[in-house]
């Protein structure tokens, strides 16, 4: 069993140190934060990912799991260096390696000789090729070890991956890493550094491309009276197409898929590529957020009584299973309600407290408190309890009974049979 350093406790970091200490590693996990190195000592976890809490006690029970604060209090004694650090998007799109470059700046003189980093955020292609040029050690070897973790199911795709990736100089070095993962049952496959970059970016652009087309197709649907949830599943049946990840929503959305596509399609045009294709499925996503939110202007008779109204937002954050509001597609489609002069009251499971970046929105602490005298609902995060609600009472509530379901997570025929006036996407 090896002795690893993570470096960074944010949702990837986390989920990878308390895995890897899981499947019997000794792991430390550093961060610059002490605040939340405190925390996270006396066993509280400063995000939600289901099982996560559980499984950073067990190991810290189990003296296979540490926290420190700053990286080479981690590093210094460690076999390998899992870099778990945010890499968030400059304003062209390119990636702000901040946060790496001070990490590396830490840990180049303390990391034992022979010892390999391994990047597990989600990087530029060319990182891990730049960065062994840069750190100045020939005794230590840089991986790019991508991560698949999808939120609220982070847990399950770490032990249960679809696929382990790993990018390295050398046959060598990579069986070291793989070694790692030997108690996992998956594929693995061994690349170069940069090709093992371009298949996390490519995951996420392809998905996010393969969303922008549903949402396209939804959008169509409505145009020539089809159905989109029937349309998916007849296509869905085909395996070159596969049934998941076919839901319409109001856009895509989170911490990955806007800044990994931007990140992507930067790395094309550096490489003197014109990504069109990418460049357009972005560009659809912007306007595909914005037709949600006219989706709800519409069912005003005029503006003056879309002003005069209020609306009922169910839903903040980016889906259903986390409490990450980061790029959330409902922030987005709240701004462009708030910017043709919306009241709304919002509620979310995970949000209790007044958004900064929401100025002017008020928050409910349960459903019904958000729909009190609303002239209409949207719900734009499709968390479970939405559809399991009191939906007479929820009638009676509202000024006007209108549903729009950004996320179709209601069934059309019995909402109508309350009484309400219902908009799906697709449908
Ligand atoms: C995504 C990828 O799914 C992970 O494989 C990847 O590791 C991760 O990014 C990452 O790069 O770290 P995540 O950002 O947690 O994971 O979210 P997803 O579940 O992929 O959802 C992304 C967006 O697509 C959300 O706004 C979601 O609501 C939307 N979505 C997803 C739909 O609108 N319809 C669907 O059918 C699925």
Not at 8 to 31: E, K, M, N, Q
Not at 259 to 271: F, H, P, R, V, Y
Not at 274 to 303: M, W
Request: hydrophobic share 45%.
């Amino acid at each position: 069993m090896a002795n690893i350093a993570v470096i960074g406790a944010g949702y990837v970091g986390l989920t990878v140190g308390a895995s890897l200490a899981h499947l019997g590693h000794d792991v430390t996990i550093a961060d610059i934060d002490e605040t939340k190195v405190e925390l996270l000592k006396a066993g509280k976890i400063p995000l939600f990912e289901i099982g996560l809490s559980e499984l950073v006690a067990d190991n810290v029970r189990n003296k296979n799991l540490k926290f420190v604060v700053g990286a080479s209090n981690a590093s210094s004694a460690a076999e390998f260096h899992f870099l778990c650090l945010p890499t968030p998007p400059n304003l062209d799109g390119s990636t702000d390696m901040g946060y790496f470059d001070s990490a590396i700046n830490e840990i180049e003189k303390v990391m034992k000789p022979g010892s390999i980093l391994v990047n597990k955020s989600t990087l530029p292609v060319g990182t891990a090729a730049r960065l062994q040029d840069r750190i100045n050690r020939n005794d230590i070897q840089v991986v790019s070890n991508p991560e698949f973790l999808s939120e609220g199911n982070a847990l399950h795709d770490f032990l249960h991956p679809s696929r382990i990736v790993i990018g390295a100089a050398s046959a060598e070095t990579a069986a070291r890493v793989a070694e790692l993962y030997a108690n996992i049952d998956a594929p693995v496959l061994i690349t170069d550094t940069a090709s093992a970059e371009l298949i996390k970016h490519t995951s996420n652009a392809f998905l996010a491309m393969k969303l922008t087309f549903v949402n396209e197709i939804a959008t169509l649907c409505e145009l020539v009276g089809a159905d989109i949830i029937d349309v998916a599943q007849g296509i869905g049946y085909d395996p070159r197409i596969g049934s998941s990840y076919l839901k319409p929503g109001p856009g895509w959305g989170g911490s990955c898929f806007p800044k990994d596509s931007a990140s992507l399609l930067q790395t094309a045009q550096n490489a003197g590529f014109d990504f069109e294709f990418l460049e357009k499925a972005i560009k659809l996503n912007q306007e595909h957020l914005k037709r949600t939110a006219q989706k709800v202007l519409d069912v005003f008779p005029s503006l003056k009584e879309f002003q005069d109204g209020t609306i009922a937002v169910w839903g903040l954050t980016f889906k259903a299973g986390t409490d990450d509001l980061r790029s959330s597609p409902s922030l987005v489609v709240i701004e462009h309600l708030l910017d043709k002069g919306a009241r709304i009251c919002a509620y979310d499971p995970m949000v209790h407290e007044l958004l900064p970046q929401l100025d002017g929105v008020t928050i409910a602490n349960d459903p019904y408190a958000a729909v009190e005298g609303a002239n209409a609902l949207v719900i734009l995060t499709e968390w479970e309890e939405f559809s399991t609600l009191n939906f007479e009472k929820i009638k009676k509530l509202m000024k006007s009974p209108t549903i729009i379901d950004a996320r179709n997570i209601l069934q059309r025929s019995e909402i109508e049979a309350y009484g309400f006036d219902y908009v799906g996407m697709g449908r």
